[in-house]
């Protein structure tokens, strides 16, 4: 994410390297797993942005909810690592996640990023289920300025950690949109998650 303000694959990285801990210790054969996108809602390779409308002034947003998935989450502001990776939340609160604060804010132009956990020491983490994400559901993410902005998801898809295609996830977009990430494709016991989740969702409405 570099000079425009992201982290970039070494944050995600660190994300990955921060969940499965539910998955190894449960000490099952063959443990449940969460789900992953269906490749009928991959990035169109021209994107749909239908219903955008105009960005809004920047504020900083305090909660993330995804009716569809029963999500409704406090966000935590998060830094870079000395490294220049992007700080996960911390592990210890599966329902807490996060957005990169020195980033664009939920709403505003630019791509805004929110990160969180798919699982915990105990069991299923905030975005256990964003993989069952489709295209057309909403997102609402509540800001400090009193307003919601509501994004629509236009696609949802999974990469190897190995070939994360940054430009794609977190290029510059003359609209307000959100990249919704955790972990997801591939598990192994030793090393986790071979892969994250991604959501891409555009701004569609407010209230």
């Known amino acids: 994410m570099g000079t425009s303000g992201y982290a ?3 944050g995600l990285l660190a994300l990955a390297a921060c969940v499965g801990i539910w998955l190894v210790g449960s000490g099952s054969n063959e443990p449940v ?9 991959a990035l169109a390779p021209r994107a749909d942005y239908a219903r955008s409308i105009a960005p ?30 992007l700080e996960v939340p911390p592990p210890a609160n599966r329902d807490l996640a996060g957005w990169y604060r020195d980033g664009t804010t939920p709403g505003a132009t630019g791509t805004a990023v929110i990160v969180g956990h798919v699982d915990h020491a105990t069991g ?52 307000a949109e959100l990249r919704v990430i955790t972990c997801g494709g591939g598990f192994s016991p030793r090393t986790g998650y071979r892969g994250n989740v991604v959501v891409f969702a555009h701004l569609t409405g407010t209230y």
Do not use: C, M, N, W
């Open 8 to 10: 970039g694959r070494g």
């Open 33 to 41: 797993r969460p789900p992953q996108p269906s490749p009928a809602d």
């Open 56 to 85: 809004l002034t920047g504020s900083p947003p305090t909660r993330i909810r995804i009716p569809s998935i029963r999500v409704d989450a406090p966000l935590t502001g998060l830094g870079l690592e000395r490294d220049g990776s």
């Open 124 to 175: 299923p983490a905030v975005f256990y289920h964003l993989g069952a994400l489709r295209r057309g559901a909403a997102i609402e993410v509540p800001r400090a300025d009193g307003r919601t902005a509501v994004f629509t998801v236009h696609a949802v898809e999974v990469y190897d950690a190995k070939a994360f295609p940054d430009s794609r996830v977190y290029g510059p977009s003359p609209r």
